[in-house]
Nanobody, 124 residues
Framework: QVQLVEFGGGLVQPGGSLTLSCVAS????????MAWFRQVAGEREFVAGT???????YYKDSLRGRFNVSRDNAKNTVYLQMNSLKPEDTAVYYC??????????????????WGQGIQVTVSS
């Protein structure tokens, strides 16, 4: 059983940056694909994902270029760096994990393990 805990949320002004971290425990971190989702208006939407090696990443089209996902397998941690934040990025952000797949899945239904979620608020 994999446990995921997110860190780094909070309040940031428009145009600012924030980096979320997700620490995994209880499993073999290196065999899992990892992803970030966010809850917006009752819908859990895909933000970004990475394969077990970090060599392949994928982003929601509208976020590519502003958000960056990375992982440090030595620390069992995946990161989401968010730049040029906008008020519409305000959401609860979730870290998720699934056993390795060649393609990065973008549906929340494809992920077995979830963090508790962390609030990100972009406001002046």
């Amino acid at each position: 059983q994999v446990q995921l805990v997110e860190f780094g949320g909070g309040l940031v002004q428009p145009g600012g940056s924030l980096t979320l971290s997700c620490v995994a425990s209880g499993g073999t971190f290196t065999i899992y694909n990892m992803a970030w989702f966010r809850q917006v208006a009752g819908e859990r939407e895909f933000v970004a994902g990475t394969t077990w090696s970090g060599g392949t990443t994928y982003y929601k089209d509208s976020l590519r270029g502003r958000f960056n996902v990375s992982r440090d397998n030595a620390k069992n941690t995946v990161y989401l760096q968010m730049n040029s934040l906008k008020p519409e990025d305000t959401a609860v952000y979730y870290c998720a994990a699934r056993e390795y797949s060649y393609l990065i899945k973008t549906s929340f239904r494809e992920y077995e393990y979830w963090g508790q979620g962390i609030q990100v608020t972009v406001s002046s």
